[in-house]
C-alpha cells in the first residue's frame, strides 16, 4: 500500500468504488448468440451423426519434421506473457477514466454501448468528465485507484516497446526459423479440420492427439494465427487511431476503423479477445497433460519430469512480482516513469511534431459537429473570474508579456478586431472522451505578429483563471514551434455562439493535434519564455506537474 496525501486520497480513493460492467442488452445478446452458436452446432452436429467423432485432427500441413519449441520461441513466449499483461493492467487503468465505449465519436451519455461505471451522467447539473471517471483496484490495473492516467500511459507506452520488440523477434524467427507454417494456415482445409477439432472439443476430448510440440490442431493453429497475426497488429493499429496528432493530420485513418471511439471500443474488444485466448489457452495447456507441456514450453524437451512446471511456476511469480514491483514503481517513483515514457517516445514525438505532413488537417464541417461536448477541469470561482463573467466579460483585459518586443494588454473587443480564424476539429481528451466542435478566434500566429517575441522566447505559456486539480493557478506551456501551426487558436467562440463558460470563457486555447489537457480554458495571462523550467514544478503544466500526464501530448 501506498501512503498518499490528503488530497490525494480524496481524488484516488474515492467513498464509491464499486466496480459494475452494464452492457447495453442488444450487445447482450450478440454476446450470447456469438459464444453460444457455435457450441450448439457442434452438439446438433453430435447428436444426428454420433457422439465419438474419432480423435481430433492434427495439421501437418509444412510443418516438416517436428522441431519442438527451440530457445527463442521458449523466451518469448515468456516475455510476451509478461508485457502483455502489464500492457493489459495498465490499459485498465486508462479505460477506467473514460469508463465508457461507444461507436460514434460524440460520446452522448446514453449512447455507449457498455459502461463501467454504475452512474448514469446527471442532466440538471454540470457533470464533467472528470468526475465520471472511476476507480479501479490497484490489483487488477496499474498504477489502479482514480484517475490515474496519466501514470497509466506511462506504463502503457513503455511496456508497448516491450511487446514490440518481442513481437518483432519471434515473428522474424518464425520466418526466419522457417518455423511458420506452424502458424500460417496454406489451404482452405484448416477450416473443416478446425470445426472438427471444436466438436471434439465441447464433448471435453482434449487430450485426443493434442500433441502441439510437433504440430498444432486446427483450431490451435487457428487460434495461434489469429492472435498473432490479427489482433496484435490490429490493437498497435486501433491505439493508434486514438492518437491526437495522428488523427488531426490524417482523419481518414481513425474512420479505417469507424471512427476515434470506434478504434477504442476496438481496442478494448481486443483486450478481451486476449483474455478469452488467455483462459482458453492455458485451460487447454492444464487438460491436456500439463507436466509434459510445460516442459515443452519451458524446458524445450518431450518428456514428463516435472522440472518444466516447477520452472513454469517459477515464471509464473516472477510476472506476478513484476506488477507488485511495477506499483510500487509507479506511486514511488511517478516522476521517473513520466520521464522514461518521454525519453523514449521523443524521437517519433518529435518526428510528428516537427513534420509537416502532421500539421492538422481537418476537414469537418458543421454537420458533424457533435450534439454533446463534455466538459472537463475546476470551473474558476474566484471573485474576479465570476464578476468578469456577470459582466458578458467587458472588464475582461488578455494580457500578453514575458520575452516580445512589444507586450499587449487587449480587450475581448480588440481581440475580436485582431481576425477570425476558425475550423471544425475532434476534440481527444486524455481520459479517451472526444467531440467534434466548431472553435473560432484569433491564431496564435497573428499574436505572435503583433506581440514579436524575442529571439530567446521559445515557449509559450498559458495562465488560467481556474485551479488546477491539486490546487494553485491551473496552466500549461507550448513550443513555439508548435503554436504557430495552423488550427492553434485562441477560441472565443464555439459552435458559433460565444464560447460558454464552462468551455472556458472568455478565451480557451486549441491546439488539434495535441491532448484535451493542453488546451487551458478561462486564460487570464499570456507569457512568452525561454523554457518551462521555471514555473509550475517546472515539467511544463498543472497536469504534467500534479498528476504526471504525458510530456509529449501527441499520442
Ligand atoms: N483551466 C483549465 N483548462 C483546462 C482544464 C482544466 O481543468 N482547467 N482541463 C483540460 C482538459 S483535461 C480538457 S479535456 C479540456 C476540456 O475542454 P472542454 O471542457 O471544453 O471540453 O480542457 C482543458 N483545459
Ligand atoms: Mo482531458
Known amino acids: ?12 480513493v ?6 459494475v460492467v452494464i452492457l447495453s442488452r442488444r450487445y447482450l445478446v450478440w454476446l450470447v448468440v456469438i459464444l453460444a452458436v457455435p457450441i450448439l452446432l457442434a452438439w446438433l452436429q453430435i447428436l444426428a451423426f454420433g457422439t465419438h467423432p474419432g480423435p481430433a485432427p492434427v495439421v501437418t500441413t509444412g510443418g516438416g519434421e517436428p522441431r519442438g519449441f527451440p530457445v527463442w520461441i521458449r523466451w518469448t513466449h515468456f516475455a510476451n506473457l509478461f508485457f502483455l499483461f502489464l500492457l493489459m493492467r495498465s490499459g485498465l487503468s486508462i479505460l477506467m477514466d473514460h469508463p465508457r465505449l461507444y461507436w460514434n465519436d460524440d460520446c452522448t451519455p446514453g449512447s455507449e454501448w457498455i459502461r463501467f461505471t454504475p452512474i448514469e451522467v446527471p442532466k440538471d447539473r454540470l ?5 465520471d471517471a472511476r476507480y479501479i483496484s490497484p490489483l487488477i490495473a496499474l498504477p489502479g485507484y482514480k484517475h490515474t492516467p496519466g501514470m497509466g500511459r506511462s506504463w502503457h507506452f ?6 514490440l520488440l518481442v513481437g518483432v523477434i519471434y515473428v522474424g524467427m518464425l520466418f526466419v526459423s522457417g518455423q511458420w507454417p506452424r502458424l500460417i494456415p496454406t489451404s482452405w482445409t484448416i477450416v473443416p479440420a478446425a470445426w472438427n477439432v471444436l466438436v471434439h472439443y465441447v464433448t471435453l476430448h482434449f487430450s485426443a492427439d493434442l500433441d502441439g510440440y510437433y504440430a498444432y ?49 476496438i481496442h478494448f474488444l481486443l483486450l478481451c479477445g486476449y483474455v478469452a485466448f488467455t483462459i482458453v489457452h492455458v485451460s487447454l495447456v492444464l487438460l491436456s497433460g ?11 524437451t518431450d518428456d514428463t519430469r516435472s522440472l518444466g512446471l516447477i520452472l513454469g511456476c517459477v515464471g509464473l511469480t516472477v510476472v506476478v512480482a513484476s506488477w507488485v514491483i511495477a506499483h510500487v514503481v509507479a506511486w514511488r517513483y511517478p516522476r521517473l516513469i513520466q520521464h522514461l515514457h518521454k525519453t523514449l517516445l521523443l524521437p517519433l514525438e518529435l518526428r510528428m511534431s516537427k513534420s509537416a505532413r502532421f500539421n492538422p488537417a481537418e476537414r469537418y464541417t458543421r454537420d458533424d459537429v457533435s450534439p454533446y461536448f463534455w466538459a ?23 494580457r500578453v508579456s514575458g520575452l516580445v518586443e512589444n507586450p499587449v494588454d487587449l480587450s475581448l473587443d480588440e481581440i475580436r478586431a485582431l481576425g477570425h480564424d476558425e475550423h471544425v476539429s475532434l476534440h481527444h481528451c486524455i481520459q479517451g472522451w472526444s467531440g467534434v466542435a466548431q472553435w473560432g478566434g484569433i491564431s496564435v500566429a497573428r499574436l505572435i505578429e503583433l506581440v514579436k517575441p524575442l529571439p530567446a522566447a521559445r515557449v509559450v505559456a498559458f495562465f488560467s483563471f481556474g485551479e488546477a486539480t491539486f490546487g494553485g493557478v491551473y496552466y500549461d506551456t507550448q513550443r513555439l514551434e508548435d503554436v504557430v501551426k495552423p488550427e492553434c487558436i485562441l477560441a472565443y467562440e464555439m459552435n458559433d455562439a460565444p464560447l460558454p463558460p464552462v468551455h472556458g470563457a472568455p478565451i480557451r486555447l486549441r491546439v488539434e493535434n ?27 503544466g498543472a497536469n504534467e506537474d500534479q498528476e504526471y500526464f504525458d510530456l509529449l501530448p501527441y499520442i
Open 1 to 12: 500500500m501506498i501512503a498518499f496525501s490528503e488530497a490525494q486520497r480524496k481524488l484516488h
Open 217 to 265: 490442431n486446427a483450431l490451435q493453429q487457428l487460434g495461434y494465427f489469429g492472435v498473432v497475426f490479427i489482433m496484435a497488429p490490429l490493437s498497435i493499429l486501433s491505439g493508434i487511431a486514438m492518437s491526437p496528432a495522428v488523427d488531426s493530420a490524417f482523419p481518414w485513418y481513425p474512420r479505417i476503423f469507424g471512427g476515434r471511439q470506434a478504434g477504442r471500443s
Open 290 to 300: 500439463a507436466q509434459r507441456n510445460f516442459n515443452h514450453i519451458v524446458l524445450g
Open 158 to 163: 513503455i511496456t508497448d516497446y516491450g511487446f
Open 127 to 131: 457533470w464533467t468528465a472528470r468526475d
Open 14 to 19: 474515492p467513498d464509491d468504488r464499486r466496480m
Open 376 to 398: 472537463n477541469g475546476k470551473m474558476p470561482d474566484s471573485d474576479e473570474w465570476t464578476h468578469l463573467a456577470e459582466d458578458s466579460f467587458r472588464g475582461y483585459h488578455l
Open 514 to 540: 495535441q491532448l484535451g489537457f493542453k488546451m487551458v480554458k478561462w486564460i487570464r495571462e499570456i507569457r512568452f519564455i525561454e523554457t518551462e523550467k521555471n514555473i509550475g514544478e517546472g515539467h511544463g
